[in-house]
């Protein structure tokens, strides 16, 4: 089946560095989507890509599709405390009735004030 | 509160007992589904519901495991004979489209002793 692979596993970094992380797959998505969970939480859509080579942005998040279609990143600038938690990627393929998203194992952030 | 909504919020039971969780979509979401979540991973897919039907079902849908959604509205989710593998966060999804517009609930985590 389909496997995601989200790197890093986790990051360690100071309040107001940048952040970036990327997801790959075996085979293409239609979509991707990055999603952050904070504990005890289900995960909550940060930003969803459509087409190869798309380049969006939500505030302080930039998230790009990539032209293979078969990978993603994310990028978080000038991080502060509330940005900690675990961000998951998730690739979608429609047809024939499949609706499921496929997701990454997870990037844990952890800033240090 | 106009979010989807998950109950109960922790449920504890013996290995062989039988669950069921509840699941109250956006009201006016008419695609509804189900992912498990266990430690350190993404959530996996489990199955969808476009109103009352269900249109979708993932391999890890065990023969233990039943979801309905009699009115096109809320959803039940059982699982019978429970084993310490069924351990892990159930979470519940609503869309008004497709899962690339996925809005989660809180879940139900699941401890099976």
């Known amino acids: 089946g389909q496997q995601l692979n989200q790197s890093p596993q986790s990051m360690f970094i100071q309040e107001g560095e940048d952040v970036s992380m990327n997801c790959t797959s075996s085979?293409?998505?239609?979509?991707w989507l990055w999603y952050k969970q904070d504990p005890g939480e289900g995960p909550v859509l940060l930003i969803a890509?459509?087409?190869?080579?798309e380049l969006t942005s939500n505030g302080r998040l930039t998230a790009q599709f990539g032209i293979t279609r078969k990978d993603s990143f994310l990028n978080i600038s000038a991080s502060i405390p509330s940005d900690v938690g675990i961000y998951f990627c998730a690739g979608q393929n429609t047809g024939g009735g499949a609706d499921g998203l496929t997701f990454g194992k997870g990037t844990h952030l952890i800033i240090q004030p | 509160d106009t979010g989807v909504s998950q109950n109960p919020r922790h449920k504890i039971t013996k290995r062989g007992q039988n669950v069921t969780f509840r699941c109250d979509p956006i009201s006016e979401h008419n695609r509804l589904y189900w992912y498990r979540q266990t430690l350190g991973q993404g959530p996996e897919f489990l199955t969808y519901?476009?109103?009352?039907?269900?249109?979708?079902k993932s391999r890890l849908l065990s023969d233990r495991f039943s979801a309905e959604r009699p009115k096109g509205s809320f959803s039940t989710l059982e699982i019978q004979r429970t084993e310490q593998g069924d351990s892990a966060m159930y979470l519940c999804a609503s869309s008004p489209g497709g899962a690339e517009k996925l809005f989660f609930g809180s879940g139900t985590q699941l401890s099976v002793l």
């Open positions: 890509l459509y087409k190869a080579g």
């Open positions: 519901f476009q109103n009352e039907a269900q249109l979708e």
């Open positions: 085979s293409i998505f239609n979509t």
